[in-house]
């Protein structure tokens, strides 16, 4: 698997676990709920760092630090790499 598809893949599960966690808190708080999505959470988001780092020219691009906001730094980061070769 390259670099940016397992970007991408840490990224939708980071945004999909936020979104649960956020749904989660806002309605019925379900302490499981809590407990088993907010470790994914924190392991995609970590993840979403490592893979930034590892994609070929992300350094140029400002994506690595991009992927270090959290909730959204993901998907900056894979909209300025995928930007990136238009401005080149």
Known sequence: MS???A???AV???TLSLAVLLVN???????AVSSL???LHGGAYLAVIACTVLVPGSAGTGARWRAW???V???LAVR????APERA
């Open 3 to 5: 670099a940016v598809r």
């Open 7 to 9: 970007l991408r893949v």
């Open 12 to 14: 939708a599960v980071e």
């Open 25 to 31: 808190l806002v309605t019925v708080h379900v302490k």
């Open 37 to 39: 999505v907010g470790p």
């Open 69 to 71: 906001i959290p909730a």
């Open 73 to 75: 730094g993901g998907l």
């Open 80 to 83: 300025r790499l995928r930007l």
